[in-house]
């Protein structure tokens, strides 16, 4: 019965038909590139955010889905601030907290491709202070107490060590361990370092691990910052201004607002959601000298949304090619896989399914999770602290932008966008 049952369906097309229409929904995976958006499910969007923002959980959002060079969804929620009731726009500008990450990979690899940095020159030729950097490693005193020793790295940290965050640096502000203890103690963000003094700092607190042997988050993008600067003979700002942000037409994309227009400008979390836990202020409206290369830019949607088109095409926009197609491929290529020999810490932020390039996190498989999130392979995503939140889907030719500012809400409300744009998928 069930072979003739088959049969019929082969000879029929239907067994084709149903092999050909995945469940788009929930769960689905690596979607066929023929799939087409349904306006009615994207209107699902509208429903979501028009919910939360009653429910008073996030003040508002800007959401943008481009296809095909087109845009099929792009709308505004809510307002940009609940004290001043203004209205979201595409110059509102937001704190991008660690979005900033993937523009300080690219600006690095620019670097890179005109031969002024080497991806595993060391960091101390660009600032010293590296060569002497010390592993903090927790021991135990015959009486069961726990202190910290410090140990010489086996290897110099590399550039591609502090791309890959695996460098050992790594962030004072959340886990246990003695050295993120050692690392919040010595209250490296205090003052107004200049961005230079800023990584002399990181390298004088221990590392968590030895370079190359593990993926920790951390502040190794902000000695990116100082390496631009050595390696350009500009600051780090101007850099990334001419180079990217100048050409690309993001003209609302900074470190500090220093003009009153500016600041009005500002979307702002919800009263009570106002801690980005950072471990330091995220205040862009009082300049200071350091510009951070892992959290500090701000940027509007406008701005955004050009920089994450120039990666959906590979590292090129409207003609003018800012990575080369080898450069790019590089930067998009998982380089913390099984076979590379770092292992993952409990905090790897790319998830689930997701390897690790250099500034961007890599799908490369469906994950452990049943069933899996929605995606395709070769998806590149990354997101902040503050809400904000990118994906890339080459194989759909589609990426989505996500703007908001809301700390405690971020993961839920990107998890269910994205299910919500991959549902809207038939």
């Not at 550039?159 to 004072?172: A, K, P």
């Not at 003018?320 to 590089?330: G, N, P």
């Not at 759909?396 to 966008?417: I, K």
């Amino acid at each position: 019965m069930i072979l003739r049952r088959v049969a019929r369906l082969l000879m029929t097309g239907a067994l084709a038909a149903l092999i050909a229409s995945p469940a788009l929904a929930e769960g689905s995976f690596d979607p066929p590139p023929t799939a087409q958006f349904s306006q009615e499910k994207l209107g699902r969007i509208d429903a979501f955010f028009g919910k939360i923002i009653e429910e008073g959980k996030i003040p508002g959002a800007v959401v943008y889905i481009e296809r095909h060079g087109k845009p099929v969804y792009s709308k505004y929620f809510g307002v940009r601030d609940v004290a001043t009731k203004a209205p979201m726009t595409d110059d509102t500008i937001f704190r991008l907290a660690s979005l900033t990450k993937p523009f300080t990979a690219v600006a690095v690899m620019t670097l890179v491709q005109d031969g002024k940095i080497k991806l595993d020159d060391p960091v101390s030729r660009y600032v010293p202070a590296f060569a002497d950097v010390k592993v903090g490693v927790e021991k135990t005193k015959e009486g069961g107490e726990k202190y910290l020793d410090f140990e010489p790295v086996k290897r110099p940290i590399k550039i591609s060590d502090l791309l890959l965050h695996t460098s050992g640096i790594t962030y004072g502000f959340y886990g246990d361990s003695l050295a993120r203890k050692a690392i919040a103690a010595a209250k490296i963000y205090d003052g107004d370092p200049s961005t230079a003094e800023f990584a002399e700092r990181i390298a004088k607190v221990p590392l968590q691990e030895q370079p190359g042997t593990l993926w920790d988050y951390g502040n190794s993008y902000e000695v990116l910052g100082r390496v631009i600067e050595v390696a350009s003979g500009k600051s780090f700002y101007e850099y990334q201004k001419e180079k990217l942000f100048d050409p690309l037409g993001m003209k609302d994309t900074r470190y500090y607002l220093p003009e009153e227009q500016q600041k009005a400008r500002m979307a702002q979390p919800m009263p009570n959601d106002a801690d980005f836990r950072v471990g330091r202020p995220s205040r862009p409206d009082i300049v200071k000298k350091w510009e951070s290369g892992g959290g500090g830019l701000t940027s509007t949607p406008h701005d955004v949304i050009r920089f994450v088109r120039m990666l959906l095409h590979k590292g090129e926009l409207d003609g003018k090619r800012y990575l080369s197609e080898a450069t790019f491929k590089d930067m998009t290529t998982d380089h913390v896989g099984p076979s590379s020999g770092i292992a993952r810490d409990y905090f790897y932020f790319p998830g689930d399914g997701f390897g690790y390039g250099y500034g961007l996190a890599v799908r490369t498989d469906p994950g452990n999770a049943k069933p899996p999130p929605p995606g395709s392979l070769g998806e590149l995503k990354w997101d902040g602290a503050s809400g904000c939140y990118f994906i890339v889907d080459p194989k759909l030719d589609m990426f989505v932008v996500l703007m908001e500012q809301t700390p405690s809400h971020r993961q839920p409300v990107q998890r269910e966008l994205k299910k919500l744009v991959y549902e809207a998928l038939e």
